[in-house]
């Protein structure tokens, strides 16, 4: 999932989409998930000890990915069927409304 993850977000970075990466992971594998990071090229911002927001999510698994809309509100996730690309153009005409 990561490679694919890279190439959207390289796809919308200059049109404003920020994506964030979350893990529950704490300070003892942080390496770990920085040569995951380092592995497949990720740019974007990543919480470490995001436990309770993940849970707060209501994720179930991992990987997930939630578009999130100008509004702050969850405008789709993966558990919701369809496609990625289709959620963040949605959210982004929204926000050109």
């Given amino acids: 999932m990561a490679p694919g993850l890279v190439q959207t977000y390289d796809e919308y970075k200059e049109r404003g989409v920020v994506f964030i990466g979350l893990t529950a992971e704490g300070a003892k594998e942080i390496a770990e998930t920085e040569a995951f990071i380092e592995k497949f090229g990720i740019t974007w911002p990543n919480g470490y000890g995001a436990a309770a927001t993940i849970n707060a999510l209501g994720v179930t698994g991992i990987p997930s990915v939630f578009v999130i809309g100008a509004d702050?509100?969850?405008?789709?996730?993966d558990r919701l069927g369809g496609e990625l690309h289709d959620a963040i153009e949605k959210a982004i005409q929204a926000t050109s409304s």
């Fill in 72 to 77: 702050g509100k969850i405008a789709w996730n």
